[in-house]
């Protein structure tokens, strides 16, 4: 009751209504308002301060559960997580919501490949063991579209290879995978996709086998078989995309580089854990 009426005060509402209409003494809110806050009080302030800090720093896509990852992590705020969710429903903040869409148009694959992956996701993979791609959609201007073709390398969770382009083709994919030609591991490499034209061709086939890449694909329809994958890019539409309204290529394209460089070297994932450092 006394922190409303201390809200609206500052707007204009008369503290004498305020308190009749809370059935609260004015001399008891005085009393509160006048007082020295505890130490604890003192604490919550500030972590309210820094929860706004982190929320807005990062646009809004981090949830209580990254944010008392990044308090702990990087600021040293020794937090329970159940404090920050109890503070951000106090401030009526919340992460952006992830909407899935999925898009799949049927082809007639020149090759295909088993799904020798077999969603072995629970396993720690070395760095360049097994790679994900896949290629995704962004609309700008007036109803431009350009698309994006990334490679996740999952054991070490960074993107280690992607382009942006105007044409959704072959050249696209090979542009993309030119980039670690000298990371891939003869034998030893697994590449994982979809059953998309550019990846069924005879020309992908033919880099597959010169590079000696063990290839992987998805049962038809099975999105999940991809699951990763298909996370990142839930993950970026919401977190860079949804957030801002893209005029033309050039920008689309800054912000990309500029949000895969942050979650390959900065962004905050659950697994560095909600456990308060000692």
């Given at each position: 009751?006394?922190?409303?009426?201390?809200?609206?005060?500052?707007?204009?509402?008369?503290?004498?209504?305020?308190?009749?209409?809370?059935?609260?003494?004015?001399?008891?809110?005085?009393?509160?308002?006048?007082?020295?806050?505890?130490?604890s009080e003192?604490?919550?302030?500030?972590?309210?301060?820094?929860?706004?800090?982190?929320?807005?720093?990062?646009?809004?896509?981090?949830?209580?559960?990254?944010?008392?990852?990044?308090?702990?992590?990087?600021?040293?705020?020794?937090?329970?997580?159940?404090?920050?969710?109890?503070?951000?429903?106090?401030?009526?903040?919340?992460?952006?919501?992830?909407?899935?869409?999925?898009?799949?148009?049927?082809?007639?694959?020149?090759?295909?490949?088993?799904?020798?992956?077999?969603?072995?996701?629970?396993?720690?993979?070395?760095?360049?063991?097994?790679?994900?791609?896949?290629?995704?959609e962004f609309?700008?201007?007036?109803n431009s579209?350009?698309?994006?073709?990334?490679?996740?390398?999952?054991?070490?969770?960074?993107?280690?290879?992607?382009?942006?382009?105007?044409?959704?083709?072959?050249?696209?994919?090979?542009?993309?995978?030119?980039?670690?030609?000298?990371?891939?591991?003869?034998?030893?490499?697994?590449?994982?996709?979809?059953?998309?034209?550019?990846?069924?061709?005879?020309?992908?086939?033919?880099?597959?086998?010169?590079?000696?890449?063990?290839?992987?694909?998805?049962?038809?329809?099975?999105?999940?078989?991809?699951?990763?994958?298909?996370?990142?890019?839930?993950?970026?539409?919401?977190?860079?995309?949804?957030?801002?309204?893209?005029?033309?290529?050039?920008?689309?394209?800054?912000?990309?580089?500029?949000?895969?460089?942050?979650?390959?070297?900065?962004?905050?994932?659950?697994?560095?854990?909600?456990?308060?450092?000692?």
């Open positions: 009751e006394y922190q409303t009426i201390k809200r609206l005060g500052k707007q204009g509402f008369k503290i004498i209504y305020l308190c009749e209409s809370l059935e609260v003494s004015r001399a008891g809110y005085y009393k509160w308002l006048n007082r020295k806050p505890t130490k003192k604490r919550l302030r500030h972590l309210i301060q820094l929860i706004q800090r982190v929320y807005h720093k990062h646009k809004g896509i981090y949830g209580y559960r990254r944010i008392t990852i990044y308090l702990n992590h990087f600021l040293n705020a020794k937090v329970n997580h159940k404090c920050v969710y109890r503070l951000m429903r106090l401030l009526e903040i919340k992460a952006v919501i992830r909407r899935k869409r999925y898009n799949y148009k049927p082809h007639s694959p020149q090759h295909v490949a088993e799904n020798v992956l077999d969603r072995a996701f629970d396993v720690d993979y070395e760095p360049m063991q097994v790679l994900l791609t896949d290629i995704t609309k700008y201007g007036n579209k350009a698309y994006l073709s990334a490679i996740l390398d999952y054991g070490a969770n960074k993107i280690v290879a992607y382009k942006l382009s105007d044409r959704n083709n072959n050249a696209l994919v090979n542009d993309t995978i030119n980039q670690i030609n000298d990371l891939i591991l003869p034998g030893e490499t697994l590449l994982h996709s979809d059953r998309g034209f550019q990846y069924t061709s005879n020309d992908f086939k033919k880099y597959v086998e010169k590079h000696q890449i063990i290839q992987s694909m998805s049962r038809v329809g099975r999105c999940i078989d991809n699951g990763p994958m298909e996370n990142f890019w839930g993950i970026i539409k919401v977190e860079m995309y949804r957030l801002t309204t893209y005029e033309t290529f050039e920008e689309l394209e800054n912000d990309v580089k500029q949000y895969i460089e942050f979650y390959n070297t900065k962004r905050v994932t659950l697994k560095m854990g909600l456990s308060i450092p000692a």
